[in-house]
């Protein structure tokens, strides 16, 4: 059954109902260029999602060598054959009129073209001036969740062994760092437990901070249909705002923000108080329960309802639910990895199903999900700064492992300390020691918080920046040298989801004008600075993405992401789960179906940190606490958010995403369908909190923090009172301004008015602790009464 659907009015789709243990139907879903059919299209190119970390297969269709549409791939595990509004509608931002197709470099203040060679020059020249004078700690990289794992893989061995420098990074700080840093705490190592199939045999399903029905929703309709279905699961949702997900929910919490672990306390608290817990797994399987019964003694409901101001009876009753649950599914996401104490938070989760057991079995997983689509490559291939394949950078043995892959001496890898995190590289950068910023895939300008500050840095006439886009983005407009990019359809290589699964994008169709695969820029760099490894040899001896990925299964093989049983033509079959090797052929639905493998303090990714102050467990207190590799059940005591609501700013600022956009609109706002459903920006509150300001549905507000304004148009919702959300999508590339607020100082960017601060162990910014007001600027008229899109979602 193909379906050639309006994702806009219905991005979820119809419904195909099952039951409890039988497989999810398959709807295949098809959009193609107006006045196109099927028999149209000249050839359909395998590839995945781009807009999200879902992973959703998909075919592009293609004619006279465009892009003309694509096509869900029914025989595949993620999706079978499911797409949402930005799969189906996403892909003309290809075609773009505005694509970046020439280099561009800094002349007189101004950005022009020129050709490939003196742009790089300009890069290498700089790279070498750098090295020469302060060393490999002048140069940081900055890289996102949206490359291919191959591009990251030779990104993470330029820098880490060809320039020597330890500050490298991924945007992927900003959405999902909190996600790997959680799971290496309690399994230690990254890398997800559970599997999207946990959907089909799960009797109970756990939202966290997680609102999937827009940031994943192929996978929100697995759930509905499930919900549609027989025998039906419990629904739990931990959400401020009410949500599609809240309003599907069985019960919804809605806790004030910044207290997720007073209420994870209260939830393990009662797990504990009336023993629904498994003994034995804990006995067999963790350390450190004891520890956890300790801190939680005192985290009653009715404690935990004074902080969060959630009735104690709901509580109890969330309790109820997970503590019955025979085959628990829990998800994760922004809602806990954005706001205070994330990874702390993230980590009580994990909690949840050790004492309970739930690991490893068809519906009894975990997900601490991703934000973007190759956020997991960004992770293993060591473009965050750790080490690729999940090594442990204290760990001297696999230094010297990975050392021998790459054919140089240990030394040359950096190892003194941990990997500079994105927030402290631009930190460096305003302070001036990283005097050389390359910055790929990814848009700060908008993205990152307080964003008048990271301007300035940007700005700044001795921060040489190199930005590899496919638009000239409000970051690009700062740059010193501009590299035009290909991108998803223009070239090939793996990627992998949030689940673990791996799937090969084909290249369809040439990329305009000469812009280039990030893989071949990266090489292109390389070999100019003619990196060599210890025997004399070209340090990255790869050439293409084929041989760049047979590269990265050297290097992950016998690690936790084992690659090795995975080729490009078993790709093409379909998406894979890792680890896939000889003796697993066919890839590993659930991690941890006999004990956790990964966690031994010869194996592990990490040894762990302090949920509190960030503070680093060494080896020799690791292998006192853990010396047979268990996993870890860490405590965490609630602390109260460093900035909360005051008489200036008596509000709770949180921020999100919308169903239609992705990141900074880049591509989005230029698919025409995706930028008419959400056109600008917005702001949300309870109708009481609206009631109480005198606003109303359509009003033009602003919102103002101690670190900028936003101005945008009200909708009242069902969400806490005391809260303001802002979508943080919105930028200033479709403005007059191009790259900044106008002079009256109030934007159109949630991140002017976000706080700069982050978790002392994951590192990622706190885009949901803000203090804020909200004030009036000007009534509604009769255009701007109301906002379907607002209804639908």
Known sequence: MVKRPDRIENPWGERTPYGPGTPWPARTDLHLADGLTEDDVERWVPTASLLHSNGDAMDIAVRDGRIVGVRGRAGDRVNRGRLGPKDLYGWQANHSPDRLTRPLVREGGRLVECDWDTALDRVVSRSRELLDEQGPGALGFYTTGQ??????????????????????????????????????????????????????????????????????????????????????????????????????????????????????????????????????????????????????????PKWAAGICDVPAAAVERAAEILGGAERLLSTVLQGVYQSHQATAAAVQVNNLHLIRGMLGRPGCGLLQMNGQPTAENTRECGADGDLPGFRNWENDAHVADLARIWNVEPERIPHHGPPTHAMQIFRYAEQGSIRMLWITGTNPAVSLPELSRIRSILAQERLFVVVQDIFLTETAQFADVVLPAATWGEKTGAFTNAD?????????????????????????????????????????????????????????????????????????????????????????????????????????????????????????????LNPDGKAVIKAAEYLPPHEDASPDFPLQLITGRTVYHFHTRTKTGRAPELDAAAPDVWAELSPAEASRQGLADGDLVQITTPRGRVRARLRTTVMRDGTVFLPFHYGYWDTPEGHRPPDDGAGRAANETTVTDWDPVSKQPLFKTAAAAVTLVARRDAGNAGNAEGDRT
């Open 147 to 300: 490359l291919f794992l191959e591009e990251y893989y030779t990104l993470s061995v330029l820098a880490h062994a060809g320039i020597g420098t330890s500050h490298l990074d991924g945007n992927t700080r900003l959405c999902t760092a909190t996600a790997g840093e959680a799971l290496k705490e309690s399994f230690g190592c990254d890398g997800q437990p559970g599997s999207y199939e946990d959907i089909d045999h799960a009797d109970t399903i756990a939202l966290f901070g997680h609102n999937m029905a827009e940031t994943q929703t192929v996978l929100w309709a697995r759930i509905l249909d499930r919900l549609a279905g027989p025998e039906p699961p419990t629904l739990l949702c931990v959400d401020p705002r009410g949500t599609h997900v809240a309003r599907h929910a069985h019960l919804h919490l809605a806790p004030r923000p910044g207290t997720n672990v007073a209420l994870l306390n209260a939830l393990l608290h009662e797990l504990i108080r009336t023993d629904r817990i498994d003994r034995t797994y804990i006995e067999r399987h963790t350390v450190g329960f004891e520890e956890l019964v300790a801190a939680t003694a005192r985290c009653t």
């Open 500 to 624: 673990r699964t791996v799937h090969l994008s084909e290249k369809a169709v040439d990329p305009p004008g000469e812009a280039r695969p990030d893989l071949d820029i990266f090489l292109a760099y390389a070999a100019r600075m003619d990196f060599r490894d210890k025997d004399g040899g070209p340090l990255i001896p790869w050439h293409d993405p084929e041989s760049a990925f047979r590269a990265w299964q050297r290097c992950s093989a016998g690690r936790p992401c084992d690659y090795t049983g995975l080729t490009y033509d078993r790709l093409r079959e379909g998406g894979v789960q890792w680890p896939c090797t000889a003796e697993s052929p066919d890839g590993t639905p659930r991690l941890y179906t006999d004990g956790v493998a990964f966690a031994h303090p010869d194996t592990c990714e990490s040894y762990g940190k302090d949920l509190v102050t960030g503070a680093a467990v060494d080896a020799v207190e690791y292998r006192s």
